[in-house]
């Protein structure tokens, strides 16, 4: 079974600070981990993945998410947020062996950033 | 290149009523998923079309099914609406299959938001 925790419900930052929204995943098998961002009133948007290579992903807008197996956590980075972040963020998990298949949503972080 | 297109983008129906939604995938896409978005919530995997047939199937009664067509659109019905049922439903594409596996990102339309009264 897999499963994903975001820890945070709601993260608030101010603009040009750095961005940090918490995931971590629980899975039988070999993961593969998404980050997917939703603007209001929009559909989702992939911002990264992970599927076994390296375990520093880079994404689009400038994030970037580090696999940790250890910790099972897949956090979510960027080093400056601008007003456009403003989103809810979603981690995702799925097998790697099946990675177009079931996506397994966790419950969400907004952000919000200040001026 | 249209992306995935969903329709209707908003509607409101009563309980007991029954719903279609429909969803137009990614040019070059053959499968097809459909998630549910409460409020507030992560989306719910609900079930997965390809070569017209439902591969993969969430937890959600029978009231929800599906139809996948030969030029790969799809239709999400509802019967017997609750009032549980309102939600943002999403329709999300994928690449082509590779030797029997989906790979690569899943493109999500913009959804269509459901009130149940």
């Known amino acids: 079974a897999q499963s994903v925790t975001q820890l945070d419900s709601h993260v608030s930052v101010s603009e040009g600070t750095p961005v940090l929204l918490r995931c971590n995943y629980s899975s039988s098998y070999s993961p593969s981990l998404f980050w997917y961002v939703q603007h209001p009133n929009k559909g989702l948007q992939l911002l990264l993945k992970y599927t076994s290579a390296a375990t520093l992903v880079k994404g689009i807008n400038g994030f970037e998410a580090e696999f940790k197996k250890s910790e099972t956590s897949f956090h979510l980075t960027k080093p400056s947020a601008h007003m456009s972040d403003a989103a809810e963020y979603f981690c995702?998990?799925?097998?790697?062996?099946?990675?177009?298949?079931?996506?397994?949503f966790g419950q969400g972080t907004e952000l919000s950033v200040k001026p | 290149d249209a992306g995935v297109t969903q329709s209707p983008t908003h509607l409101i129906k009563t309980r007991g009523q029954q719903v279609t939604l429909r969803c137009s995938p990614k040019s070059g896409h053959d499968t097809v998923s459909w998630y549910q978005q409460a409020l507030g919530q992560g989306p719910q995997f609900i079930f997965q079309?390809?070569?017209?047939?439902?591969?993969q199937r969430g937890n959600f009664p029978d009231r929800f099914s599906g139809h996948q067509f030969p030029n790969y659109s799809s239709e999400l019905n509802v019967n017997a609406l609750l009032l549980g049922d309102s939600a943002l439903y999403l329709c999300a594409s994928s690449l082509k299959r590779n030797s029997g596996r989906v790979t690569g990102e899943l493109f999500f339309g913009e959804g269509s938001r459901l009130t149940v009264l």
């Open positions: 079309y390809y070569e017209e047939e439902e591969r």
């Open positions: 995702v998990v799925t097998p790697l062996y099946n990675q177009g298949g079931k996506l397994i």
